[in-house]
């Protein structure tokens, strides 16, 4: 399992949301990166240096530091769309090669290159942004049809990253409920949703979401 590599955004305008500008358009980058812990959500701060968010309400912050995807995905997602998704066409900081991404589970450990601890937090959500960037109609729906959500990582020891560090798990925690069954739950599958009470690594006002959706309060 490896880092393929390391991307960081290029803010550019953003015509798909009432804001002016975007990060998505994330590309690889040489040498080392530093990563650390962003603080809470709101500032635009990530967990890589040098890129940013600018949707700051719903993106951003320790919960959705860095977001992983993998090049196994992005291979499949070439072929359905027929045209090439380089590292770093999903908007993902790391493009990993050998991880099954979507079958981690929420609260699991990752040491990237010698120093880096990160912890796999949520599955992304699909917006707006993502479907104008891809240039395909009706993008939303199939993404969350295929359940490849990718997961964001919260950093648990910051340090240096690049590209070719492997990537090893170093935690599980005692439950199963991974990326994919999150992401299920959390958008086509509400009757998965007590499932996730035990993945108590899951960001705190998604737990809230999910207690309040199964108890009806």
Known sequence: ????????????????????????????????????????????????????????????????????????????????LGRPLPNGAFGENLTTSGVDVNAALIGERWRVGPDVILEVSCPRIPCGTFQGWLETEGWIKRFTGAVLPGPYLRVIEPGEIRGGDPVEVVHRPDHDVTV????????????????????????????????RRVTGG
Do not use: C
């Not at 009432?18 to 959500?41: F, S």
């Open 1 to 80: 399992m490896k880092l393929l590599s390391v991307n960081v955004g290029r803010p550019r305008p953003n015509p798909w949301k009432n804001l002016g500008t975007t990060g998505i358009d994330k590309r690889p980058v040489e040498g080392p990166v530093a990563v650390r812990d962003p603080g809470p959500k709101g500032t635009g701060a990530v967990g890589l240096a040098g890129d940013r968010v600018y949707d700051v309400k719903h993106h951003g912050g320790s919960h959705q530091a860095v977001y992983a995807y993998a090049r196994e995905d992005l291979d499949m997602w070439e072929g359905e």
């Open 180 to 211: 994919a069954l999150t992401f299920r739950a959390l958008t086509r599958e509400p009757d998965l949703l007590p499932r996730l009470l035990v993945a108590d690594a899951l960001p705190e006002e998604d737990m809230e979401s999910v207690r």
